[in-house]
């Protein structure tokens, strides 16, 4: 059994899918497998705020009944899922990271939640984050970090850190994620995985705990390009539930992985992300792939987006506002947590005690600068200007891809730093994003996967593409043809090079196998 | 420098419903301003003629029939709530004895 599990949980979705549908395996079996690995490095990791072991099984079992039964299922039925913590699930606790909702289970379930049951797939846990996905580190969790499985004393990246550390660690081989600055693709490119943020609309957002509703979006995460599209056109597709949804018809997003070609592609390199505040070994992995992409007949080119040195500042202002608008709803009253000051009070200061104790230091910190930068006398200085930015961030896309088909940068400016390293000095953890943010305010769909490990420090490092809103397809194409190469290179896949974090599982499945 | 004071950030906290501790208040007041010296520089191009973007693709007018959707009912409305009598949310007096 032990040696069956090893090699199960480290199986891409698309693979363990083709052994579920031919009946090699079992979603019981399946789903075992990656609990048990849960059980195996997740007292390390901190992938999981939540599992739920016997539901996961019963919801398994249940895809065993319906298949044994004859039913045609979709073909990820029975793949383990984890899902971010910020998206309500109407049989699991709902956090969002925060203290606020400690225990809360929502009485209904996100859209996205909804695709994943009827398509079958089996949820078995919700990731740890940072509190309302306000952060790059999972380090502002109200329920401590997610420690990175490539360094246990690193950062898994943020907010959708456990997410990214939950398959990264082969705990599970999907996981969903929300991206309001970048808090899927950064995780991706520290933990050496991918993520996707579609375009703005192309996954329904009902049920995602809003951060910033102008610039969340959930997405994918996975170990490879062809499982984020699998998951991507499970998820994708309008949704009368929130108006903001796109009607848009959708090509499949896995077929453009297969067919995935770079030939002829012409891909623009953002000068403004190539450079200065880089690590070395980030941006030696990042062009070493684009000579990868040229020599496989991509055109590369340079454009400048002259107004990304705005973007930060603009998202520092906008996503602080919304925030502190969205957090107004927990107010003891409804759901969560409930303070009473000494002595009782009114409403109002039960719900300003409860406020105290239930958010963290950097939830608070933006709601204040949210609150501060939509104040009278401040609104157009600040919020205004900010939105002012954000048109010319839009038009500075809108140019470039008149030139190119896609723009391609590094994903983040550094390899996973040590826990504990920015948490002092909120301006320098915001200067994470600054890769990751522009998409967001401009709405336009982003990819990272990785492309090696950085010579200094063995880290893994993520390119990321941009392409054009409603062009997601054209990311998986060029995603999963790099991704291709990459591996043609290496002889293997990034991931398989992560340290092994159970050794004594290990040792127990070859010692089965001889 | 920004000018941000104590005396502001104990105004927006209490704007913003948050009982911050003196201690919070000061280190805030310290983050804040740094903060915002950072993000002041979008006003260097926000000028006049540059419209402002809300929503990155816009859509317009997204209405459904009016007719009553799916709704929760009340016992799950009140099953997260921190106090109930069953039909209604409980909480405690909206004013305050000088109101």
């Known amino acids: ?514 | 420098m920004s000018e941000i004071t104590q005396e502001q950030v104990a105004h927006l906290a209490n704007l913003a419903r948050i009982a911050l501790t003196p201690e919070e208040i000061e280190s805030l007041t310290s983050e804040l301003g740094s903060i915002v010296d950072n993000v002041a520089k979008v006003s260097e191009v926000a000028t006049a003629d540059v419209p402002a973007t809300s929503h990155p693709i816009p859509l317009q007018n997204v209405y459904r029939d009016d007719v009553p959707g799916a709704t929760l009912t009340t016992e799950q409305a009140l099953a997260g709530a921190p106090d109930h009598d069953g039909s209604r949310f409980r909480v405690t007096a909206i004013l305050g004895e000088e109101q």
């Open chain 1, 1 to 514: 059994m032990a040696r069956h599990d090893h090699e199960l949980v480290r199986l891409s979705a698309a693979a363990l899918a083709e052994k579920l549908s031919s009946g090699e395996i079992s979603a019981v079996e399946a789903t075992d497998a990656h609990l048990d690995r849960i059980a195996a490095v997740d007292e390390e990791v901190h992938a999981f705020l939540h599992t739920a072991p016997e539901l996961s099984r019963r919801t398994a079992a249940a895809i065993d009944e319906r298949r044994r039964a004859g039913e045609v299922l979709h073909p990820l039925a029975g793949v383990p899922i984890a899902v971010k913590d910020v998206i309500v699930t109407n049989d699991m606790p709902t956090t969002s990271g925060s203290k606020i909702l400690e225990g809360w289970v929502p009485p209904y379930d996100a859209t996205v939640m909804t695709k994943l049951r009827a398509a079958g797939l089996v949820p078995i846990g919700k990731t740890n984050m940072d509190e309302f996905a306000m952060g790059s580190s999972t380090e502002h969790s109200a329920y401590g970090p997610t420690h990175n499985p490539w360094d246990l004393e690193r950062i898994p990246g943020g907010s959708g850190g456990g997410s990214a550390a939950a398959v990264a660690s082969f705990e599970a081989p999907l996981a969903l994620g929300s991206d309001t600055g970048g808090s899927i693709r950064q995780p991706a490119h520290v933990t050496g995985t991918v993520g996707v943020k579609p375009t703005y609309g192309g996954v329904s957002r009902y049920g995602a705990i809003a951060l910033a509703s102008s610039l969340d979006q959930i997405g994918p995460v996975s170990r490879t390009v062809l499982d984020s599209a699998l998951l991507h056109d499970v998820i994708g597709g309008h949704d009368p539930r929130d108006s903001t949804s796109l009607t848009d018809e959708w090509p499949s997003m896995a077929d453009a992985v297969r067919r995935g070609d770079v030939k002829g592609l012409k891909i623009g390199v953002i000068k403004e992300l190539d450079g200065d505040g880089f690590q070395a070994g980030v941006l030696e992995r990042f062009r070493e792939a684009l000579d990868l992409l040229a020599a496989n007949g991509a055109e590369i080119v340079d454009v400048s987006l002259p107004s990304l040195e705005y973007a930060i500042a603009a998202y520092y202002l906008i996503m602080p506002a919304e925030a502190s608008s969205n957090l107004a709803k927990f107010d003891s009253v409804r759901f969560g947590l409930r303070v009473n000051p000494p002595g009782g009070g009114t409403v109002e200061d039960v719900m300003a005690a409860t406020r105290e104790v239930g958010f963290g230091a950097e939830a608070k910190r933006r709601i204040i600068l949210g609150t501060y930068a939509l104040s009278a006398g401040y609104y157009d200085a600040y919020y205004g200007s900010a939105q002012k930015v954000r048109t010319l961030v839009q038009r500075d896309f809108a140019a470039a891809f008149a030139g190119v088909d896609v723009l391609v940068s590094p994903t983040a400016p550094t390899t996973a730093f040590k826990l504990g390293a920015n948490t002092g000095d909120p301006m320098a953890m915001y200067l994470n994003d600054i890769a990751t943010i522009p998409a967001n305010l401009a709405g336009i769909p982003g990819i990272s996967l990785p492309v090696g490990l950085a010579r200094e420090d063995g880290l893994p490092v993520g390119i990321q593409f941009l392409a054009p809103a409603r062009e997601d397809a054209r990311l998986y194409g060029v995603g999963g043809a790099l991704e291709r190469m990459l591996e043609q290179k290496w002889g293997h896949t990034l991931i398989s090079q992560a340290p092994d974090l159970a050794p004594g599982e290990m040792n127990a499945a070859q010692e089965g196998a001889v």
